[in-house]
């Protein structure tokens, strides 16, 4: 099992402990790990000393790519490729861009949203060693996980669980690739 | 004092009067400076100090309809973070019979003085030759806004009343029942608030231009006040913080949630002005067009006017500058800066009033009066303003700093980010 090896489950109790016990992993320096819990846990984020999602970059990139966009589009069509006098205004003005520019930043900003979010949580994954453990299935039900993966650099067998055990972890196991 | 009061740490706010502010310091200054502007008659022209007046109280009633809202608001959904911050509103928002006495001054002088001092529909002479005056003289006649203003101002003090009454109530016996009485309230609140302020800004503001019309007004009004409102808001919770009252009670989450409202309405003044100017432009209509056109030129010469610049900075200032203010996630956590940006969104809001409402007043040749800031405007402003923190401070003292017995106080205690 352990030439397979992706890493180590350890099972808590409760969210308190399995949120001290994050803190303990964040603070030993562990880069390659998560928590898998039933519900979220308030405050989680900080104890795992996760940064704020990157997402919103994404976000304002697709925003001022659909504004410039919309500006070029009206600006192209109107100015450029088919000018035209419509109601005495000239042929661009940003006043008359401006709704078809701010809904083009609305719907590229979502578009930016949701690609951004997948593109960082690397979803869809359709397979994953967590869930051939038996006692992972309890993560829907009354268990409280802490994953450290092989991969990190910090990963000893050894180590890592007596790291776990001295968190308050009450199961540990090894998960295989 | 029952026992589960008792056992609080969170002590009334009349039981530590020397933190805040002397409410009696504001009357005072708010006197000053309102008796100052009144004696402004004898030296500067009438209807251009009835103009501060009316700029002045204007802009603290939209403040105050933006914190009348605000409350509403948090009744109709149900919130929970926003407990903790919806009770320095509630002492606002008793500043409505002040501001009906202070409003009330411009109504009698205009009824029974000059009356076009500021509505120049009030002089029936005048007008009567004007059809676009008599088709609309249903609306615009002196018994309307006589009847309409007590309307406006008895509906105000009505709901902004039993808001205050069900929530300070609440702190004494702790039943759940006020808080389902205010979330009726608030569910007639909305639309009675949304009418009324539509109504005032049509009389109060639009109609200083008869001619002129637009639906959107009262939204514009209202985006306008919320975003002053919510300005204020956040001054205030800093204030209490630093003077020690709202430490650990008003936490970061707060500031970040105000941040974010302010963020979203923001945009939604933008909106809404935005939507205003574009239907107008696109439409092309006399009727309509002037009154951009008094804000741009000078009709006769067909040079840019200086509302030209204010308008520019009503764009930069009241939109692009808060907007990505706003946006940054960490500016809206640090204190210092939301400081800093709601002292301008409130400086600004009065420009934007004054946009609105100074070029009314004419040169000579018919052109918009230039925009200019008078000793007047500036003591109309502070006075009344001074009187409603006046107010406020009162109103303040005598209840606990937080709605202790709320269901939802814990929660808003623990509002993190």
Redesign the interface.
């Known amino acids: 099992m352990s030439k397979n090896l992706y890493g180590l489950i350890a099972r808590f109790e409760t969210p308190a402990s399995v949120m001290h016990a994050a803190e303990k992993v964040r603070d030993s320096g562990y880069t390659r790990w998560d928590v898998i819990t039933p519900f979220p846990i308030h405050g989680m984020d900080a104890a795992m000393g996760l940064k704020r999602s990157r997402v919103p970059r994404f976000t304002l990139a697709g925003g001022i790519t659909g504004f410039t966009l919309g500006m070029l589009m009206i600006w192209w069509m109107g100015a450029v490729d088919y000018p035209l006098i419509v109601g005495g205004k000239p042929y661009f003005s940003p006043i008359f861009a401006f709704p078809i520019s701010y809904e083009l930043t609305i719907l590229l900003s979502a578009f930016g949203t949701i690609a951004g979010m997948f593109i960082l949580n690397r979803l869809p994954i359709h397979y994953h060693p967590v869930l051939k453990a038996d006692m992972a299935a309890r993560a829907t039900d009354d268990g409280f996980f802490i994953v450290i993966e092989k991969d990190d650099p910090k990963f000893s067998v050894e180590k890592s669980r007596s790291l776990l055990e001295e968190a308050g972890a009450v199961e540990i196991g090894e998960l295989e690739d | 004092m029952s026992a589960s009061q008792a056992a609080t740490s969170v002590s009334p706010a009349a039981d530590e009067p020397s933190r805040l502010a002397n409410a009696s310091t504001f009357l005072v200054v708010g006197v000053l400076f309102t008796a100052i502007t009144a004696a402004g008659a004898m030296f500067a022209d009438g209807h251009r100090l009835a103009m501060s007046w009316l700029m002045a109280v204007v802009f603290w009633i939209a403040v105050s309809l933006g914190a009348l809202v605000m409350v509403l608001l948090h009744h109709i959904f149900d919130a929970g973070w926003s407990t903790v911050i919806r009770r320095p509103l509630e002492h606002w928002i008793g500043v409505f019979p002040l501001l009906a006495g202070l409003f009330a001054p411009l109504v009698l002088l205009s009824l029974f003085g000059q009356h076009d001092l500021l509505w120049k529909w009030m002089d029936h002479e005048a007008v009567a030759g004007d059809i676009l005056w008599v088709k609309k003289s249903a609306f615009l006649n002196p018994t309307a806004f006589v009847v309409f203003n007590i309307l406006f101002f008895g509906a105000w003090i009505w709901v902004a009343g039993r808001l205050r009454k069900h929530s300070f109530a609440q702190d004494d016996d702790g039943s759940v029942e006020h808080t389902l009485a205010n979330r009726k309230t608030a569910a007639f609140g909305i639309p009675l608030t949304a009418l009324t302020l539509t109504f005032a800004a049509f009389y109060w503001l639009m109609s200083l231009e008869y001619h002129w019309f637009s639906t959107i007004y009262g939204v514009w009004f209202f985006a306008t006040g919320m975003k002053a409102a919510l300005a204020l808001t956040v001054l205030i919770c800093l204030y209490l913080v630093r003077k020690g009252v709202f430490v650990g009670i008003f936490q970061t989450g707060h500031l970040l949630n105000l941040g974010n409202i302010l963020l979203a309405f923001t945009v939604f003044w933008a909106y809404i002005s935005?939507s205003q100017?574009?239907l107008i432009?696109?439409a092309?209509v006399p009727e309509e067009t002037f009154w951009y056109n008094l804000r741009e030129l000078n009709l006769a010469s067909g040079e840019r006017n200086s509302w030209w610049d204010v308008g520019l900075l009503l764009l930069f200032g009241n939109f692009f500058l808060p907007f990505f203010f706003f946006?940054g996630?960490a500016n809206k956590k640090k204190p210092a800066r939301m400081v800093a940006i709601c002292v301008w969104i409130l400086l600004i809001a009065f420009v934007d009033i004054a946009f609105n409402a100074l070029p009314s007043i004419k040169q000579a040749n018919g052109d918009a009066i230039p925009f200019g800031v008078t000793v007047f405007d500036v003591t109309a402003l502070v006075g009344i303003g001074a009187l409603c923190f006046w107010s406020f401070f009162r109103s303040f003292a005598r209840t606990r700093c937080i709605p202790i017995r709320d269901p939802r106080i814990v929660e808003s205690l623990h509002c993190?980010e």
């Open positions: 935005f100017y574009f432009y696109n092309n946006l996630n993190h």
